[in-house]
């Protein structure tokens, strides 16, 4: 019988961080800090908005016009906006470190109209873009500000989980976010280890999870 041969180009991951995988793709950050769809198994990269055009990036550049550095700006999503602190300096490769947490697609967007959601810093916000858009829209509809630990795609809408317990549905309408409660924050501090998952049945729920220092207590 003949053999067949499949050769696959190496996906360029080598100097880049992956920041969320979904449908196959994966969410890379490059040298410049600006995300990108890597799809492992073909090689395929999609460009998405710079991340000059999120809301709390500025970046600054040197008297030749060449990119210098981002200056990144600590407020939270309740407005009036309200800095806590100056903006911060940080090297061009050095802000994806920073700024990104988690990033989520609501499809393959190799099949049509796709958004990225993206939990970032500063203080666990999110920002959403379409893929083949222009910026990075950052959502301040929460009825109360939160700073979310996990968000998944589910029944055409996005689920993100507070660091307090709490559900907010967030359903995308052009380059608006409604938000609502689905469920309330029952936490009375702030977690670091919650999570949010779809069940077999379609139901979402929640994953808390516990861990033990065996050190503690002990001289």
Not at 11 to 28: F, K
Not at 65 to 79: T, V
Not at 153 to 175: D, K
């Amino acid at each position: 019988g003949r053999t067949g041969c499949l050769t696959c180009q190496t996906p360029p991951v080598a100097d880049r961080y992956i920041w969320g995988s979904s449908h196959g793709w994966l969410v890379i950050a490059d040298v410049r800090s600006d995300l990108h769809l890597l799809n492992p198994a073909t090689g395929e990269q999609i460009g998405l908005p710079p991340v000059a055009t999120t809301e709390h990036v500025t970046p600054v550049l040197d008297d030749a016009g060449e990119l210098s550095r981002y200056d990144l700006s600590f407020y939270d999503a309740m407005l009036p906006r309200k800095e806590t602190c100056p903006p911060q300096p940080y090297e061009v490769g050095k802000l994806r470190e920073v700024l990104y947490l988690k990033a989520v697609l609501s499809c393959d967007p190799s099949r049509g109209d796709c958004i990225t959601m993206l939990i970032h810093n500063p203080k666990r916000q999110l920002s959403f873009a379409r893929v083949g858009g222009q910026q990075w829209h950052w959502i301040t509809t929460s009825p109360l500000y939160s700073q979310y630990s996990d968000c998944i795609y589910h029944n055409n809408a996005f689920y993100a989980m507070t660091r307090q317990g709490g559900i907010h549905r967030y359903t995308i309408e052009g380059s608006c976010a409604s938000c609502d409660v689905v469920f309330k924050d029952t936490l009375p501090y702030i977690a670091y280890n919650v999570y949010i998952a779809r069940t077999l049945s379609g139901d979402v729920s929640q994953i808390w999870r516990f861990t033990d220092n065996p050190y503690e207590g002990k001289e």
